[in-house]
């Protein structure tokens, strides 16, 4: 047996799809663990981009067995368009698309109240997919999970007993009429698509350890904007961390042998919060353009900026990253120099650490180190005959993270990735890293 968790170690939109497209091959099973459909994977097949919001990306993989686990919520309706989807690329979910009887329902009441949020004073540029709402039911112990969803009596009750909760702040804009029949309109529908893949996803991964299967755990978004470790309050409402992992698809700890994390050669951020290296200029807009940096699941501009490696290290320690994909690095052609975040500059002192005082992360100035750029195409697969200032850009990376780089991505199709040569631990040879 042998599992890999792959996360992202910025703030989302590190390219975990493509780097899961890549890597898939390798895993008999593909467990997204956390987060909803406001994740947006993008994978290309045949030539075409297809965005996966809660179907685990391995689905486009012949015969992989996929889980939506426990610590996922999931919008019935959202999970339906993307199983359509799918069918009209001739990908079967059946018997291979399994949901955790535990994991909650986004119902169209989560949406509206993520809305008024966002349109009230704390506004964090939500993808308004109702995550926030869920997630925050599901603590406040009045969530609806799906082994309940399924049971109509069990549900209706739910319901109402949600709608009486929540209807003092939803009647600004709507009705608890309105919002009940949009519900039972497609209720059944719901239920019959759902029960078929209804499953104890956590005994499933006990058995399939068991059986010697590998196994790979897909996070969604990025260490900067877990609810503990990231830019909080700027942050979603799960833990996208590997430890993620252990609470959201109930597999022990003692069981994971291999964190990779998923960085862009630069960074990027959609929604509000801070970001220390942010270019708000002709280059930054450069990168956006270079790089396609649109959200796939709102379609926003992201914001882009430089490395940031005070940030990174800080994915590094709460993630126990054993090595790096570094995706996109064929987007910084043509920019000269490059530049590298490598501490902060906050009321005069230096800050060598990622600070959690949302007044410092929001003020403090990024000290840069410069690196000379890169004018050629990257299209050797061979990390020692890619252009040398690219290969030393890398190899930088790699020394300010203190985390070696076993793949590098260069194109958004699985076949432009670098297998960058290294030592050969056991696991990493089971999983194409050497
Ligand atoms: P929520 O997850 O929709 O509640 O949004 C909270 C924050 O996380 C916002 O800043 C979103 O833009 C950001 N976010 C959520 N999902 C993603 C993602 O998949 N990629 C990048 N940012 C995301």
């Not at 339906?80 to 291979?96: D, F, P």
């Not at 349109?119 to 709402?133: L, V």
């Not at 061979?382 to 020394?399: C, S, T, V, W």
Request: aromatic residues 8%.
């Amino acid at each position: 047996m042998n599992t890999l968790v792959l996360i992202g170690a910025q703030w989302g939109d590190e390219g975990k799809g493509k780097i899961v497209h890549f890597l898939g091959k390798y895993a008999d099973y593909v467990v997204r663990y956390q987060g909803g459909p406001n994740a947006g994977h993008t994978i290309i097949l045949d030539g075409k981009p297809f965005v996966l919001h809660t179907i685990p990306s391995g689905m486009v993989l012949p015969g992989k067995i996929c889980l939506i686990a426990n610590g996922v919520v999931f919008d019935p309706e959202i999970l339906y368009e993307e199983v359509n989807l799918l069918k009209k690329q001739k990908i079967s979910v059946k018997n291979r698309l399994f949901i955790s009887s535990a994991a909650h329902i986004i119902l169209p009441y989560h949406k509206l109240l993520d809305e008024l949020r966002e349109k009230g004073n704390i506004r964090i540029g939500t993808t308004r997919r109702g995550i926030g709402p869920a997630y925050a039911d599901k603590v406040v112990r009045i969530g609806i999970r799906l082994c309940d969803f399924v049971e109509e009596k069990t549900f209706k009750d739910l319901l109402e007993k949600n709608l009486r909760e929540k209807m003092p702040v939803l009647k600004q804009i709507t009705t608890a009429n309105k919002i009940r029949s949009e519900i039972m309109k497609n209720y059944k529908r719901w239920k019959n698509f759902l029960k078929p893949m209804m499953a104890d996803t956590a005994l499933m991964l006990e058995e399939a350890a068991a059986k010697n299967k590998n196994i790979l755990f897909e996070s969604a978004q990025g260490t900067l904007l877990d609810i503990d470790f990231g830019t909080y309050p700027y942050v979603t409402s799960s833990n996208p961390i590997s430890g993620g992992v252990c609470i959201g698809a109930g597999f022990p700890p003692t069981k994971i042998k291999y964190v990779l994390g998923i960085v862009k050669a630069y960074c990027t951020r959609v929604g509000e919060g801070p970001f220390p290296t942010e270019l708000k200029d002709k280059l930054g807009e450069f990168m956006r353009e270079k790089g396609l940096e649109y959200g796939a699941t709102t379609g926003r501009p992201r914001r882009c900026g430089w490395f940031d490696a005070v940030a990174v290290r800080h994915s590094v320690r709460v993630n126990g990253i054993d090595s790096f994909a570094v995706t996109k690095l064929d987007c910084l052609k043509g920019i000269n120099p490059l530049k590298i975040c490598i501490a902060y500059k906050y009321k005069g002192k230096i800050i060598k650490e990622f600070p959690y005082s949302r007044e410092i992360i929001a003020h403090c100035k990024p000290v840069y180190i410069e690196m000379p750029g890169f004018n050629q195409n990257i299209r050797n697969t061979d990390f020692n005959k890619i252009p040398e200032n690219a290969r030393k850009y890398i190899l930088k990376l790699e020394e300010l993270t203190k985390t070696k780089i076993s793949l590098v991505s260069m194109g958004r199709t699985r076949e432009e990735t670098i297998v960058v040569s290294k030592p050969n631990p056991a696991y990493e040879e089971r999983w194409g890293l050497i």
